[in-house]
């Protein structure tokens, strides 16, 4: 076994935990939407013909904003397609996934699918193949009360009172050359700004997101968040940032380490944003949306679109299979959002059912979580209050994308109402158990509520739909507390949560 060590104060105070943290998303893409959320023949199907099971699954996830409708989808999205009477909706060709686009589901529907569902929708407007006016007619269908030509197609399409949509992205990662209507910094950055511009003229409580980066690794990273932000700074609140880790190339140690990329992420965005503010003399800070991040194994079969004269409706498409590892690194990649609350203000989860997804759905049948939901679920519905900075002093394990690594990360949340405690922590040493020693001295008198534990001898063990629970988050009977102190084992390629209360 090795050891590590943590020391929790009260005073180390980051910012507080977000509720949008614990955000998702949902995008027109394979069978995310058709078979997903919306399946009329489910038995548990309501009159809109979303699923009772993924809605009450998407409770339990703790999931707090909903992005929608894309993702690539949205840049030659046309939204005024998929409201009225749904047997007269076109179908269109949807370029970004070489799929066919019924437009059963649009913004109305998807509007009634996340009050059910109880999540804050995040809407993004096309800026691939449109621009300032359509998404200044989407915005008015959705946000103006009525006494106008789109709000009252709203309220003859059954919504009286106007949707109030808060948050908005200008667009989906409009640096990627993948991307319909792709374009240079300079382009995307005065088109963000001359939307983001009009979008307040009519509604200025929004709050608006500029595409950053598709990851850390396109060549345009970094000198895209300066140029867009430089075009766009006075108008945006945050700018997006966008990472999907692993692929097959069977290097476990750098794989359990990608926290450590997102955190570098965080911070080049972070400190472009600064340098931008700098230059430009403003006095408001831009922050993070971390609106699209997972694991996917991009390279595999199940993540190549269709092609040819093949357009099918809602392939099968990005349906990974989540082993326990994955949710090691899903788990560790929250931690990380966690701990840069303080510019991180808000964060999706791609996707939500199906594609890429903790929630898979067979068509009219099963619903099951995959590993990868429950250390999502369990830190959505846990984390309160405060992030807390930790001292932290571990071993490390040697890592051929990041070299030395620690093999011990964490985070905690003070809650300062209650006094509740959160330690999360993941033990990324590919053959070693870690004890763990927490110095409690800030909190004297804490017992402890629960520790969980998600590992398995075989970390490459998913979940079916006929088996989705031999490996769940398991009490761990290690861990102790006494004299403000913790004590706990954490398992090779692990995942822990520790709750700690006043008697
Ligand atoms: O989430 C899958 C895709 O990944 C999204 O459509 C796109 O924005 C990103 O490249």
């Not at 096309?126 to 103006?144: M, P």
């Not at 861990?479 to 949560?497: I, M, N």
């Amino acid at each position: 076994m090795l050891s590590a060590s943590i020391t929790v104060d009260p005073a180390f105070v980051v910012g507080p935990v977000r509720r949008r943290t614990f955000g998702s998303f949902v995008e027109h893409l394979g069978r995310c939407v058709y078979s997903g959320i919306h399946d009329p023949g489910h038995p548990s199907a309501d009159a809109d013909g979303f699923r009772g099971d993924v809605v009450d699954l998407t409770r339990e996830l703790g999931v707090s904003t909903v992005r929608y409708p894309g993702g690539n989808f949205v840049s030659g999205y046309r939204w005024e397609d998929a409201i009225g009477p749904v047997d007269q909706r076109p179908r269109r060709l949807d370029l970004a996934w070489h799929s066919t686009e019924p437009n059963l589901v649009g913004v109305d529907e998807f509007m009634r699918w996340a009050a059910k569902a109880g999540v804050e929708p995040m809407m993004a407007v096309n800026l691939g193949t449109r621009g300032v006016q359509e998404a200044l007619d989407l915005l008015e269908y959705c946000n103006v009360p009525g006494g106008t030509a789109w709000s009252d197609k709203r309220r003859a399409n059954g919504a009286e009172d106007p949707y109030r949509v808060k948050m908005w992205c200008l667009g989906n990662e409009l640096d990627g050359p993948w991307q319909v209507g792709h374009k240079s910094a300079h382009e995307y950055g005065r088109l963000a700004a001359e939307t983001a511009r009009a979008m307040r003229m009519l509604d200025p409580d929004l709050e608006l997101v500029a595409c950053g980066s598709s990851g850390s690794g396109m060549p345009t990273f970094g000198e895209w968040e300066r140029v867009v932000l430089t075009e766009a700074y006075e108008h945006v609140d945050h700018v997006s940032a966008h990472a999907y880790y692993w692929e097959e190339d069977g290097d476990l140690a750098s794989f359990l380490a990608s926290a450590i990329d997102m955190d570098h992420f965080i911070e080049s965005v972070a400190a472009t944003a600064d340098a931008v503010r700098a230059a430009g003399k403003h006095t408001k800070r831009i922050n993070i949306s971390f609106d699209e991040w997972n694991v996917w194994y991009q390279k595999r079969a199940e993540s190549q679109s269709p092609s040819g004269d093949d357009w099918p409706v809602a392939p099968v498409l990005l349906e990974d299979k989540y082993n326990v590892a994955d949710a090691v690194v899903v788990g560790n990649l929250l931690i990380s959002l966690l701990r840069n609350t303080d510019r991180v203000h808000a964060a999706s989860l791609a996707q939500l059912v199906n594609v890429i997804a903790p929630i898979m759905t067979e068509p009219g049948g099963r619903a099951w979580r995959q590993t990868i939901f429950h250390p999502f679920a369990l830190t959505a519905r846990h984390a309160a209050g405060d992030v807390l900075r930790l001292a932290v002093d571990s071993p490390v394990q040697p890592t051929a994308k990041f070299g030395d690594v620690p093999v011990l990360d964490a985070v905690a949340t003070h809650d300062p109402e209650t006094g509740d405690l959160l330690i999360l922590a993941v033990n990324r040493s590919v053959t070693d158990g870690v004890v763990l020693e927490v110095d409690l001295r800030g909190f004297p008198g804490l017992r402890l509520v629960e520790a969980l534990t998600l590992a398995n001898p075989d970390h490459t063990w998913s979940a079916t739909a006929d088996d989705a629970t031999s490996v769940l988050p398991r009490t761990n009977t290690t861990a102790k507390v006494a004299d403000d102190h913790a004590r706990t084992e954490l398992p090779p390629v692990s995942w822990t949560l520790v709750r700690l209360a006043h008697p």
